[in-house]
């Protein structure tokens, strides 16, 4: 159940430090059907709603060819997301987990990322399917599925296994 807000038994909120490290350039935003967190979906489908990503001057030109891609990675800042929690219970039920072990929007730095099935592009606004972010949010980057260009490599010596 997404909740707004409260600490759930045996979360652990903490005073994050004032930003100062790092600036964003919003280079769009998302528009979507969902207003509230409570009706938003917690991930994105590839058969959800038809949804807009508006690309604001001066980025339009960085679109050209983007019409190649059956699929893009959108990275957003999730602007109404709590920032405070290191430990989460994701069920309601009391058991926790850190932040880093979760999908939850509740992070120190909030960047939603979703794979979307590109539908079309109308000058700077691409219609786009597989969102899961509330109307209005920030775009950070958009970027080709990476799984078009990185082959997995096998398992090399040394490199980290669960268990380690």
């Not at 060819?65 to 009391?94: C, I, K, N, T």
């Not at 949010?137 to 268990?163: M, V």
Request: charged share 25%; glycine share 8%.
């Amino acid at each position: 159940m997404v909740r707004l807000n409260e600490v759930r038994e045996n979360e652990i909120a903490v005073a994050p430090p004032d930003a100062s490290d790092a600036g964003l350039v919003f280079i769009g935003r998302i528009h979507t059907p969902w207003t509230s967190r409570l009706e938003c979906p917690r991930q994105g489908r590839q058969d959800g709603p038809t949804c807009e990503i508006e690309i604001f001057e001066p980025w339009v030109p960085a679109l050209d060819g983007v019409e190649a891609f059956e699929r893009l990675e959108v990275l957003y800042w999730l602007d109404r997301s709590r920032r405070d929690l290191v430990h989460q219970s994701p069920a309601s039920d009391g058991t926790t987990r850190g932040t880093f072990a979760l999908r939850s929007p509740v992070r120190p730095n909030p960047i939603g990322t979703s794979l979307v099935r590109l539908l079309g592009r109308d000058g700077a606004r691409l219609k786009v399917r597989g969102l899961d972010c509330l109307d209005g949010t920030p775009l950070i980057d958009l970027k080709p599925d990476r799984c078009l260009f990185t082959p997995i490599a096998p398992p090399q010596p040394g490199d980290f296994q669960t268990g380690d």
